[in-house]
Nanobody
Framework: QVQLVESGGGLVQAGGSLRLSCAAS????????MGWFRQAPGKEREFVSD????????RYADSVKGRFTISRDSAKNTMYLQMNTPTPEDTAVYYC????????????WGQGTQVTVSS
């Protein structure tokens, strides 16, 4: 198991920028793929982006492609989500998640951090 703690959420104006962090503790996080999901009020949780254990493979939801960038720093056991030019539609609770490399399901979750984008 790996413990995940998100930070960096808050209020940002549309067109601004914000960086979320996810600190992982426990076993070496290079054995884990990590990702970001979000849940807006009244909606189901949705995939935002993820990054492979070795940091090579990255995926993005179409809605954030070209605006958000995922990265990880293995030395700091931390994953990041750089959010550029957010829109009010990006307002949600953002969750950090992890899964053992080559597994299918994300089964380690953080507590979430609120991101609110004002117009």
């Amino acid at each position: 198991q790996v413990q995940l703690v998100e930070s960096g959420g808050g209020l940002v104006q549309a067109g601004g920028s914000l960086r979320l962090s996810c600190a992982a503790s426990g076993r070496s996080n290079s054995r884990y793929d990590m990702g970001w999901f979000r849940q807006a009020p009244g909606k189901e949780r949705e995939f935002v982006s993820d990054i492979s254990g070795n940091g090579v493979s990255k995926r993005y939801a179409d809605s954030v492609k070209g605006r958000f960038t995922i990265s990880r720093d293995s030395a700091k056991n931390t994953m990041y989500l750089q959010m550029n030019t957010p829109t009010p539609e990006d307002t949600a609770v953002y969750y950090c998640a992890a899964r053992v490399v080559y597994s299918v399901r994300y089964d380690n979750w953080g507590q979430g951090t609120q991101v609110t984008v004002s117009s």
